[in-house]
């Protein structure tokens, strides 16, 4: 990094602490593999998933199940 004020560079060290972010990007942040069939890091092997006939699209199914039974997108 550059410190402006001083004019100098420096070693930044930081810690990623939590983050809010689409699939893609947790790819890239975390180094996981989002892409496939099982690219929920939660279900791993049991991620639920429909590949679409004609586009070959991947859509993820059943994740409310992670919802409070009286959530209101359950
Ligand atoms: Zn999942």
Known sequence: MFDEYRNEKF???VI???TI???PTYENLSGYNV???HA????EEDTSYVQLKHERKIVYTRHR???KA???YR
């Open 11 to 13: 070693k930044l060290h």
């Open 16 to 18: 990623l602490f939590c």
């Open 21 to 23: 972010n689409y699939f």
């Open 35 to 37: 892409k496939g069939h």
């Open 40 to 43: 929920c890091l939660i279900c």
């Open 65 to 67: 199940c992670f919802l």
């Open 70 to 72: 009286y959530h209101p």
